[in-house]
Each structure stands twice: as structure tokens, then as C-alpha cells.
């Protein structure tokens, strides 16, 4: 072989080996599909762990979320009920305040110890005739009537002490149009003409119990929304306690007066309901054709006991106590 065949030969070995050379390293990425499966595997599992972190994250903030509004509501609801409560007794002093006022300034003699007792007198009223009221027991019947009566009647005094007051003052009633700029005299003096006698209707119809809280002011269906402290309906309130009072005062007289001659009534209601008795008694013996006919003679007795009674104790109260020395 020449020399030049030679040559020729070593170069092509040459350039073969550097193909087969280049052609190891080219197919050494063959292997990344695996590699690449391998890290998207890697990554979707990184993503469900994140997922399933977020979702408990989510749900723990959900849970406090939760027990963090049921506390605040449950103090929300405490501290509207404490709130309400701190106006309600705020409401009260102011009240009392302001009847104690008006009782010096119209001269009733009522001191703020006279405003308790005569408001437990009052309860005390209540707690003995209100079981009576239709009840078929004698004696709860004449307790519940009688004491209706003397409500009744020491309201009226109260009502006509209470006007005489303001006058020896040159007071007039709240002035229910005050808010009503331009209102003529006359329309005025009509609107608390009318006031008056509806809130005169209504004291009167107040029984033992209202009446205790009317005393010092207190009105409970109100609770803590009382009215502006000044407003005519404020002023109207206070007036009204003043009754109250003097009311309280009346009818513990009158109570009083039944007590101490207990047994010189009990002689003539018994001398009186004898005889209604004697007459329910003929009728039954007479005969009835019905239950009903002979439930209504009962009732109709049981009224007619009603006013004996009441009448024998009113009878007996007023030549004690007559009017213009109740409640001065």
C-alpha cells in the first residue's frame, strides 16, 4: 500500500471514529421521557398535598370564623341586655326624681319613704282582692268587690286632689301640642281637654298593681324606652304618680276603716247574704228545669251579694272618712 493510501485510510478512520462520537452523545437525551414523567408525577403530587393543605387551612378558619361569631353574638346580646337594664334604672332615678320634685313643689306631704310605703300598700291591695274576682268563694268575691269599689272611688279623689293642687299653682296639664308651632289658644286648650280626660280614664281604670308602680313613675310596658326626660308625655307621667299616691294614701284610709269595724260589717253582711242566700235556696226548691236555669239564678245572686256587700262597706267608709279629709 502507498503511502498516499495510507494517508487516505487514517483520515476516514479518523472521521468515522468522530461520528460514532457524536452519534453516542446525541442519543443520551433518549432517556428524558422518564425523567420527564418522573417530575410531572413529583409536581401533581406537590399540588394535591398544596390542595389538601389549603382545604384544611379552610376549614379551621371556617370553624374559628364560626366560634368567634356565636361568642360575639352571644356578648352582643348580653351587652344589649346590660345596656337596656343601665337605661331602664337611669330612666327610673330620673323619674322618681322628678315626682319627688313635683310632690314638694305641689305640697302633697309625701317624703320618698311615704312613695315606697304607699306602693307596698298598694301591692298589698292587690295580693288580697285579686284572687277573689270571679271566683265562686264568698268571701274572695266580697274582697275582690269591695276592693274594686274603694279602688274606684279613691281614684276619683285622687283625680279631683291632684286638679286643685295645679290650680292653688296656676298649673295647667302638659300641653300635649307643644311640638306644634302656630297652634292657636283655643286649639290648645282643647287638645289638653281631651288629653286630660283620656289619661283621667286611664288612671282610673289602673288597678292595685299599676297603681304600685305609677307611684314612683315606673310604667313596665315602657321596660327602657322611656320618654325624653321634659316631653309633655314625661311631665304627664310624673302628674300621674302624684295620683297615684294620693290614690294609695285614699284607699289605704278606706282599707283601714274596714278593718278596724271588721266585725260590726261582717254582722250586717252576714244578716244581708243570709237572706240572698234564703232566697237562692227557694228557687232551687221551688225546682228548675235545666242546669243552665239554675246556674243563672246562682250568678244572678252571686251579682246581687256583689253589691250588697259593696254597698254596706261603701256606706259604712264615706260617713268615716269624708271626701275633703281622704288624701290631704
Request: aromatic letters at 4%.
Amino acid at each position: 500500500m502507498s503511502e498516499g493510501a495510507r494517508q487516505e485510510e487514517g483520515r476516514l478512520g479518523f472521521a468515522d471514529t468522530v461520528m460514532r462520537l457524536f452519534r453516542r452523545k446525541e442519543a443520551a437525551p433518549a432517556a428524558e421521557p422518564e425523567t420527564a414523567a418522573g417530575s410531572m408525577k413529583l409536581q401533581g403530587e406537590l399540588d394535591a398535598a398544596i390542595r389538601e393543605l389549603d382545604q384544611k387551612i379552610e376549614e379551621r378558619r371556617r370553624a374559628t370564623t364560626t366560634r368567634v361569631a356565636v361568642a360575639e353574638g352571644r356578648a352582643t346580646a348580653e351587652q344589649r341586655a346590660d345596656a337596656s337594664q343601665r337605661r331602664m334604672e337611669t330612666a327610673h332615678q330620673a323619674i322618681r326624681a322628678d315626682v319627688e320634685a313635683m310632690h314638694q313643689k305641689l305640697g302633697t306631704g309625701f317624703a320618698s319613704a311615704d312613695l315606697d310605703h304607699v306602693a307596698t300598700v298598694l301591692h298589698e291591695l292587690a295580693a288580697l282582692t285579686a284572687p277573689g274576682k270571679d271566683s265562686h268563694e264568698l268571701l274572695s268575691r266580697a274582697r275582690f268587690a269591695i276592693g274594686e269599689r274603694l279602688r274606684t272611688e279613691a281614684g276619683e279623689r285622687a283625680v279631683e286632689r291632684l286638679v286643685e293642687l295645679l290650680r292653688k299653682q296656676n298649673m295647667e296639664w302638659p300641653d300635649p301640642t307643644r311640638y306644634r308651632p302656630g297652634a292657636a289658644p283655643e286649639e290648645i286648650e282643647r287638645s289638653r281637654t281631651r288629653r286630660l280626660r283620656d289619661v283621667r280614664e286611664a288612671f282610673l281604670a289602673q288597678d292595685f298593681e299599676r297603681a304600685a308602680h305609677c307611684v314612683l313613675g315606673v310604667v313596665p310596658g315602657w321596660k327602657s324606652d322611656y320618654p325624653e326626660r321634659g316631653t309633655p308625655l314625661w311631665e304627664e307621667t310624673v302628674l300621674e304618680a302624684v295620683a297615684a299616691a294620693i290614690r294609695g294614701r285614699i284607699a289605704e284610709e278606706f282599707a283601714e276603716v274596714l278593718r278596724r269595724d271588721r266585725d260590726a260589717l261582717f254582722a250586717r253582711v252576714d244578716e244581708s247574704i243570709g237572706k240572698q242566700l234564703g232566697a237562692i235556696q227557694s228557687v232551687l226548691a221551688g225546682g228548675v228545669e235545666s242546669i243552665a236555669q239554675a246556674n243563672q239564678a246562682v250568678a244572678s245572686s252571686l251579682r246581687a251579694i256583689d253589691e250588697i256587700v259593696t254597698e254596706i262597706a261603701w256606706e259604712h267608709v264615706q260617713k268615716a272618712v269624708p271626701p275633703m279629709q281622704s288624701g290631704a
